[in-house]
């Protein structure tokens, strides 16, 4: 238990630093300890259910208190919305909403192909079971984040839709790049045909 309480520590500060991996790493966090829950209640394990809460809630304790002094403002004055929401339309460059399918353009290379051929790979290569559910939970969440940030704007602007902002999209394509970087590297692998113990 104690590790819990270390690990909430870290993300309060890590939230003061930046949001983006902090918001990354808690929805990775629930997406993990919900698939045990869900595991366990189907097993009626009721005192693992218990103790899988007991966890969260020490790691959320210490979140709270030391990212006190930011989520204060984007939790109880703001309520995760975007006050001033051209920040939100401040995109750089190609990651402007009017640029998106040059930005799918770009991102289908040889490299990207590798990646792709590297994840298949890695899927049924790769036997630790914790370590590839981080990743594949890791890859659907900067996946399905982006595409919620992206379309957030427009959702407002012409269906007066407001939902709960968390960043700019981009910040969750980088991480999604970073992933590639990583599925890349089994691709060589897997196109080398070299072996891998993982």
Known sequence: MYWFLVLGAFLGISFLGHSAPTIIIILLLI???????????????????????????LTIIPFFILSFPFLYFVLFKYHLHFINRVILQCAPGIFARHNTLELLKLNITFSMVVAVIG????????????????VFNLLLITLIMYVY????PTANR??????????PAFHYFFYFKALQSVFFGFGFIALSGRSFNG
């Open 119 to 134: 994840f298949v790979w890695f899927y049924r290569k790769y036997q630790q079971p914790v370590i590839r559910r981080i």
């Open 158 to 167: 012409m269906l007066h839709i407001t939902l709960p902002d968390t960043i």
């Open 31 to 57: 997406s993990l300890q919900g698939q045990k829950v869900v595991l366990a209640l189907k097993n009626k394990q009721f005192s693992t259910v218990g103790t899988y809460f007991l966890q969260g809630a």
């Open 149 to 152: 940030e992206a379309a957030l």
